[in-house]
């Protein structure tokens, strides 16, 4: 019997890594795909209707959302682990498999396998409210009807929250050491191009385009003033005052562990690129001060 609808139950995903094997995302919370036929249409003089529509390339991007719960990252999944840099050119599959409605795990699959896909943006957000998420975007130019999805273990894993993260081991900046963070964020866009050769259609590669920027955001409740200065100088022969490089390490536990186990390295050229003092109107809302921080090039991620 046909289904009657898709929803969170009966639906999968799996990533493959180059030469690996198929592992089920645990924690999955949403995936998504969207395919773009990019057209260029060519005309001639003396005639005012379209001469011809050239697909250029297919273009497939694979969203995938998931809550860290103490097994492995999606980042881990699709390239085993470690630096933005050693990483860069790794590939994956990904399968995204429909089950049926009426059963209570995932059963019967059909799938749609995106090969060759390259991650190309990443987000990490750690709120006080609600778990701990991890955001993955692929982007490939090959989709088609085929593999299955299994079900996810269903033990009780515990999603990690505001008390897993570990701020003893974390080595935060200055500005924001010892506040009370209410949300931290780790975010890069990788900017990924297309490389192209004579003979073939498809693109050989999709490199990253290096220098990449990797930005970390705290937002703190705030005591008082932000206290951060600015000063454009009006002396000759100065470029005014940088603030200083900081290293950047976020550490957070797995489940009721007081070691860590999620470890996020920024490496130590972390430098504040903005802050924000915002908030605490008549409505009632507390003030937050925001800090934004940047490096390039510099992300290593180790989890379980």
Known sequence: MPNNRVFYASQGVSITPEGGSATTVQGAQSVGVTTSFNLEQAFQLGQLALYDNIVADPEVTVSISKALDGESLIWQLATGGGSLVANANDQADIIIAVGDDTAETLTNTVGVQCTGMYISSLTYTFPVDGPFTEEIDFVGNSKSLAGTVSAPATSGNIMLRRQHFLEGS??????????????????????????????????????????????????????TIDGVSADAESVSCTGGSLPSEQPIVIALCDGGQTTASYTFDLGTKNVLQSVEYSGGDTSGGNVTITYTYSTYNELSITSP
């Open 170 to 223: 974390s080595t935060l900046p200055a500005e924001v050491d010892g506040k009370n963070l209410s949300n931290v964020t780790i975010s890069a866009d990788l900017g990924r191009e297309s490389m192209y050769k004579l003979g073939s259609f498809a693109p050989f590669h999709r490199f990253v385009n290096f220098p990449l920027e990797v930005t970390t955001t705290f937002e703190v409740i705030a005591q």
